[in-house]
């Protein structure tokens, strides 16, 4: 069964204090792996899509990696305004076929 | 970058009515459209997949009945919640997607039935 876990549910930081957020999958046949930024009562908005294994991509403050199992989100030095929850998706192989969700990870950052 | 209009942002209605929730992609035509359902603290749910002049997919569980799409063209997707009930409150959000624009999604609607 396909299925995408992150980890942690939810993470708190101080201003500055970087760290990482993971999502493993088990999918058959990756086509994608999407990464969003959702904010309290908005749909989510694009960060990133990785497709290969050993893939970086960074925007800001944010860097996002990939392996044959899982992805990482890195934030480096987080600011109050990255307060939000980040999701995690895949896109299987399939032609027209919709994005799978994890549960997303809710930040807290504070001054 | 693609834009997708959601409206309305939120919607009050009483139990036992109908609501229409309107989904347009504004800069591409979006060949697929899905709807998601979005608890509190929980994940995004999909809902059903549409894809222009022909009829919905429905995932498992999702009542097509009570939940009907229409995607009467390739920038504008319908989800008409009939006969809400206060079970039915929700967050509503869609996506479009055409090759080579990704997957954009709307704002959401937020459905409180009373």
């Known amino acids: 069964e396909d299925q995408v876990t992150q980890s942690p549910e939810a993470l708190r930081l101080q201003e500055g204090e970087s760290s990482s957020l993971n999502c493993s999958y088990t999918?058959?046949?990756?086509?994608?792996l999407f990464w969003y930024r959702q904010d309290p009562g908005k749909g989510p908005e694009f960060l990133f899509t990785?497709?290969?294994a050993g893939e970086e991509k960074e925007k800001e403050r944010l860097k996002a990696t990939l392996t044959k199992k899982e992805s990482f989100l890195h934030i480096t030095a987080p600011k109050p305004e990255d307060s939000a929850t980040y999701l995690c998706?895949?896109?299987?192989?399939?032609?027209?076929?919709?994005?799978?969700f994890g549960k997303g990870t809710t930040l807290s950052v504070s001054s | 970058g693609a834009v997708v209009s959601q409206h309305p942002s939120w919607v009050i209605c009483k139990s036992g009515t109908s609501v229409k929730i309107e989904c347009r992609s504004l800069?591409?035509?979006?060949?697929?459209m899905f709807w998601y359902r979005q608890f509190p603290k929980q994940s995004l749910m999909l809902m059903a997949t549409s894809n222009e002049g022909s009829k919905a997919t429905y995932e498992q569980g999702v009542e097509k009945d009570k939940f009907l799409i229409n995607h009467a063209s390739l920038t504008l997707s319908t989800l008409t919640v009939t006969s809400a009930h206060p079970e039915d409150s929700s967050f509503y959000i869609c996506s479009a997607t055409r090759e080579t624009y990704g997957y954009t999604f709307g704002s959401g609607t937020r459905l409180t039935v009373v």
């Open positions: 800069d591409f035509q979006a060949t697929t």
């Open positions: 999918v058959s046949g990756l086509r994608g």
């Open positions: 990785l497709y290969s």
């Open positions: 998706a895949v896109l299987k192989n399939q032609a027209g076929t919709a994005l799978i």
